[in-house]
């Protein structure tokens, strides 16, 4: 099993900063692709941000220029810096790993619990 600690949400103030923090622990052998999605009340799950295990990065365009997705393989953990937040960036946030266990298992796909951000107008 792969466990995912997501941490560092909160409330702040439009255009004010969050970072958040995610690390993978357990059964992997390596990490494909990182990333986090989002979840705000009564709407679908959305890709937020993504890296590879080569610093490939994928943003969403309603935050480019504004977040900066980050990752340390050595920790098989990554990075959300948010910037210039708007309240319609308020929403769950979800860390999401795709990894591999062994060299016979395909990829697999594993999700954290989520951690609210809030921004306030």
């Known amino acids: 099993q792969v466990q995912l600690v997501e941490s560092g949400g909160g409330l702040v103030q439009a255009g004010g900063s969050l970072r958040l923090s995610c690390a993978a622990s357990?059964?992997?052998?390596?990490?494909?692709?990182m990333g986090w999605y989002r979840q705000a009340p009564g709407m679908q799950r959305e890709l937020v941000a993504t890296?590879?295990?080569?610093?490939?990065?994928n943003y969403a365009d309603s935050v480019k220029g504004r977040f900066t997705i980050s990752r340390d393989n050595a920790k098989n953990t990554v990075y959300l810096q948010m910037n210039s937040l708007k309240p319609e960036d308020t929403a769950v946030y979800y860390c999401?790993?795709?990894?591999?266990?062994?060299?016979?298992?395909?990829?697999?796909?594993?999700w954290g619990q989520g951690t609210l951000v809030t921004v306030s107008s």
């Open positions: 890296v590879t295990s080569a610093s490939s990065t």
């Open positions: 999401a790993t795709r990894y591999y266990r062994d060299l016979k298992s395909g990829a697999l796909d594993a």
């Open positions: 357990g059964s992997i052998l390596s990490i494909y692709r």
